[in-house]
């Protein structure tokens, strides 16, 4: 980053809020190399979207690291900059949840057997951070979480940038205001600038469509992410969409700090539940189109990625009942499918807008 857009994001209110600009002098050799591992997806990503279209002068997002020990991420715009910005917080959470897992022998236990872990899931998850280094295992488990790690970054990072490609802090803050949308809602609710005619659902309608686009973007890289594959196979194409999807959930697990109802009540944001079950769905959906796969196949392997999920959730604390247990109720599967047709016709509309063709 230049050392002008360095300077302004440092004196940047929400940048602020989210713990200040991060001074890497002084982290731990673990967030040193998580930081470089978020850079690296980062500008993969940006390379790939100005080679794809460089209209979207994509190239002018910064990448911002907080300071901030909460787990967030944001999409900020304040003039003509623009940045994605990660909490060091969400990136040790992350980090925590994928080396607890890596652990945990009952995760992947037929894929890649966990047989004479050195440390325990409980202590990655509560002690100190775990250099990959430190981690004692068979080395082709290791290097299979880590690709997981990739893939939750790689999701984070899709998701604030669709929030900027698809003009939703736009849609949030009509006036130029300099606005942000964040994923724990820290203040958003008070932020001055924002539209006062935005109706409840507005905000989780946006969540999804970003849910949505950020994954569209990953799916448009397959190839060049996967630079070795040949062509790609149904059993690619279904190792991929497991990839996905539990990486997704991993990260959604990790953004629910709410005990309570699914639906979360008294706030404007989509339950993580809520966004992991549409993600995981569209996962498989986009990916039977793109790679022939059988369908009853592909339901296979997204239960699976669930089921794997719940075997490290059901340690983890909280969430009987929609990480793992009986998993959700069929009322949340009901309020759920409610808010899946809304999110549809939401993206639609939202793409109307960009195409200039709906003003409202």
């Keep these: 980053m230049e050392e002008v857009s360095r300077a302004f994001w440092k004196v940047d209110p929400i940048v602020r809020s989210m713990g200040g600009y991060l001074d890497v002098i002084g982290l731990t050799p673990v967030e ?3 930081v470089h591992w978020t850079e690296h997806v980062f500008d993969i990503n940006i390379g790939l979207l100005d080679a794809r279209d460089p209209d979207l002068n994509i190239k002018g997002i910064d990448l911002v690291i907080s300071a901030g020990d909460a787990p967030n991420a944001a999409a900020r715009q304040s003039g003509d900059r623009r940045a994605v910005i990660i909490s060091l917080g969400l990136l040790r959470k992350l980090w925590r949840f994928l080396t607890a897992a890596a652990h945990h022998p009952d995760v992947l236990s037929r894929a890649h057997p966990l047989r004479d872990p050195g440390k325990s899931w409980k202590e990655a998850l509560d002690g100190p951070l775990i250099a990959f280094d430190d981690w004692s295992m068979e ?10 790690l990739m893939q939750m970054f790689d999701y984070v990072i899709s998701h604030e940038l669709a929030h900027l490609l698809r003009r939703h802090i736009d849609l949030l803050f009509p006036d130029a205001t300099p606005g942000f949308v964040d994923e724990a809602a820290t203040y958003l609710d008070q932020a001055p600038g924002r539209s006062p005619e935005l109706l409840p659902e507005t905000l989780q309608d946006i969540e999804f469509d970003a849910d949505a686009n950020g994954l569209n973007q990953m799916l448009l890289s397959m190839d060049e992410k996967h630079p070795f594959l040949r062509g790609w196979t149904a059993e690619d ?14 990260v959604m697990r990790a953004l629910d700090t709410r005990e309570g109802p699914v639906d979360r009540p008294g706030t404007e944001y989509p339950s993580p539940l809520f966004r992991a079950m549409n993600f995981t769905n569209l996962v498989f959906r986009s990916l039977h189109d793109l790679v022939p796969c059988d369908f009853e196949e592909s339901v296979r392997v997204h239960d699976t990625a669930w089921f794997e999920a719940s075997e490290i959730s059901k340690d983890i604390g909280f969430g009987d009942g929609r990480w793992f247990g009986e998993g959700p109720s069929d009322a949340d599967h009901e309020k759920f499918l409610v808010r899946e047709a809304r999110y549809f016709e939401a993206t639609r509309r939202i793409d109307r807008i960009l195409d200039g063709a709906d003003n409202g």
Excluded: C, K, M, S
């Excluded at 488990?141 to 997981?148: C, G, H, L, S, T």
């Excluded at 969409?241 to 539990?246: C, K, N, S």
């Design 32 to 34: 040193t190399t998580l």
């Design 139 to 148: 080395a082709e488990r290791a290097e299979y979480f880590v690709d997981i």
């Design 237 to 250: 194409g279904l190792e991929y969409g497991f990839q996905l999807a539990f990486a997704h959930i991993l």
